[in-house]
């Protein structure tokens, strides 16, 4: 049974949700091409079914729900939910909402550069968390202001909760 302030903390303060047409489409047609291979030729039949990871990746970041609760932001894919990258409040240092383009932080999808882990679905709003180590987190999402402000107006107190460990 979940304690009453359990629920309040989980809560989500703010929710959205992005697709990329393009991406789900790709992960679908290469996914379909590649089962028809496997099926057809048995000669093909391994490296096809090994390539549908590829289709998978496409599907897994090509729909994403992103939340702010009283304890960090969640981003999680649409269609595998179990894929899920938290972020607790308490390793948020800034917060920040400007428009991104994809290449600036190494393309579309799951990315990771030296200090930079971005989910990128297209050109846009974007939310750069700075995070306590100086590495940063960038998801691209609609109403990013939004969510830096409440983040900003929650993180101060998590923060005090960090240095008191």
Request: hydrophobic fraction near 50%; charge should be positive; avoid cysteine.
């Amino acid at each position: 049974m979940n304690h009453p302030s359990q629920n309040a903390q989980q809560t989500p303060l703010w929710h959205r949700s992005l697709h990329s047409t393009w991406m789900l489409a790709a992960g679908v047609i290469l996914a379909a091409a590649l089962l028809t291979v496997a099926f057809l030729d048995a000669e093909y039949r391994s490296v096809s079914l090994v390539l549908l990871l590829a289709a998978a990746s496409f599907l897994a970041v090509g729909a994403i729900k992103v939340s702010v609760t009283p304890r960090g932001v969640a981003v999680t894919s649409a269609l595998l939910p179990f894929l899920r990258r938290r972020i607790p409040l308490h390793r948020i240092d800034r917060a920040d909402a400007r428009w991104t383009r994809p290449m600036e932080i190494g393309g579309w999808g799951y990315r990771w550069k030296p200090g930079l882990r971005a989910v990128s679905l297209r050109e846009g709003d974007a939310l750069w968390l700075t995070l306590d180590r100086g590495k940063q987190f960038v998801i691209t999402i609609d109403d990013a202001g939004t969510a830096a402000e409440l983040i900003n107006s929650h993180a101060p107190a998590a923060r005090e909760g960090r240095e008191t460990r």
